[in-house]
């Protein structure tokens, strides 16, 4: 039986996700220790899918019908590059990807060795692009690529990137990074975006996931709704305006058919 062709079995529970219940069935204090576990570990990283998202490839290829998300074309006018951020970034396929579209594209993780590695794949995988263009690829296009570790929440790896951010980042990219979150700090988590993110002209891109999965069923990932970024994000009250929504047409297999991308605007 399917509801809007997603499998109706996709709440029910996995041995992966039991696993991941188990192994964060400590306080909300200890996750992102836990988190870092897992990396360390290296044997069980289930949400690792050794390719940048779908959803965000398309987007960013939508660059004329979509000119918001423009970056390339700034540095030539004289002007600042964009900004991009990846919370939780894992190994950084988001943040390369960011960075080939012209913007400076940073990525921070919990995790030391999650960013160590995300470093190296990034270094292979500009020697791979070069190769595959023979040595003639327009690097002096693509934005600037960094890696820190670091809380989220707080401001050390900000100041680990060395830059000045009293503009604000032009884009963040959230993907697997709010179902990963306990709910209790889902509106720490949009407080710190609204923070982050430029006034006026700074997008917050969600890919919405796992909106198959009943929250009730527990985390991580915890399930969401498009009605939980819309309280959070939007309203008359809210720091954000939603600008884009709609269903991509590609995504990883796992959110098919029920992932959503929504874009929203710092007022």
């Known amino acids: ?18 696993r991941l219940q188990e192994h964060f069935s400590v306080s909300t204090d200890r ?11 290296g044997e069980f990283i289930p949400w690792d899918k050794g390719c940048p998202s779908p959803a965000l490839v398309d987007l960013l290829a939508q660059r004329q019908q979509h000119t918001s998300f423009t970056a390339q074309d700034l540095v ?11 919370p939780g970034c894992g190994r950084g396929y988001d943040v390369f990807l960011l960075a080939t579209h012209g913007y400076d594209a940073f990525g921070v993780e919990i995790s030391k060795t999650a960013v ?3 470093r190296e794949w990034a270094s292979d995988q500009l020697e791979i692009e ?4 023979g040595q003639t690829l327009e690097t002096d296009r693509w934005g600037r690529i960094q890696m820190v ?7 050390d790896w900000v100041e680990a990137m060395e830059i000045d951010l009293r503009g604000g980042f032009d884009l963040v990219y959230d993907y697997t990074f709010l179902c990963a979150l306990h709910p209790t700090l889902r509106r720490s988590w949009a407080a710190r975006m609204a923070e982050l993110l430029a006034p006026q002209r700074g997008l917050l891109v969600c ?14 990932p915890w399930g969401l709704k498009s ?5 959070l994000l939007g309203g008359p009250m809210g720091a954000f305006q939603k600008v884009l929504h709609y269903k991509p047409d590609r995504t990883h297999k796992i959110g098919e058919g029920s992932d959503w991308i929504s874009v929203w605007r710092r007022r």
Not at 207 to 214: D, I, N, R, S, T
Request: proline share 5%; no cysteine; aromatic share 10%.
């Open 76 to 86: 030539a006018r004289g002007e600042r590059r964009k900004r991009a951020l990846v």
């Open 31 to 41: 996750h992102h220790e836990k988190w870092a576990e897992l990396w360390d570990n």
């Open 207 to 220: 890919l919405e996931f796992p909106l198959y999965k009943p929250i009730e069923t527990g985390g991580p």
């Open 130 to 133: 070069k190769a595959a263009s």
């Open 1 to 18: 039986m399917t509801l809007s062709g997603v499998s109706m079995n996709l709440d029910r529970p996995t041995d992966e996700r039991r």
């Open 149 to 155: 570790e670091g809380d989220f929440f707080k401001d």
């Open 227 to 231: 009605e939980v970024y819309d309280e």
């Open 116 to 118: 160590k590695e995300a």
